[in-house]
């Protein structure tokens, strides 16, 4: 679920659900380092890149930190 806010002093909200593709081969879950991710995006950019999330899964977390 994305919510979009304006900055007005009576604010305008919106909100849409957004579909996330995780590209990994199913063997495990993915392990999200918080639970919600917040970022502000300017009005009127064109091509603007908003977020880049890194995820890992229990398998590479027992390999790395053995």
């Known amino acids: 679920m994305v919510t979009a806010q304006d900055g007005?002093?009576?604010p305008r909200l919106a909100?849409?659900?957004v579909t996330v593709k995780v590209l990994d081969t199913e063997?495990?879950?993915p392990i999200f380092h918080v639970p919600k991710y917040?970022?502000?995006v300017p009005e009127n950019v064109p091509d603007y890149f908003v977020?880049?999330?890194h995820?890992?899964?229990h398998i590479f977390i027992?390999?790395?930190s053995s």
């Open 15 to 17: 909100t849409a659900s």
């Open 51 to 53: 977020i880049q999330i």
């Open 38 to 40: 917040e970022v502000e």
């Open 55 to 57: 995820v890992r899964d």
């Open 62 to 64: 027992n390999i790395f």
């Open 8 to 10: 007005a002093a009576d």
């Open 27 to 29: 063997d495990e879950l």
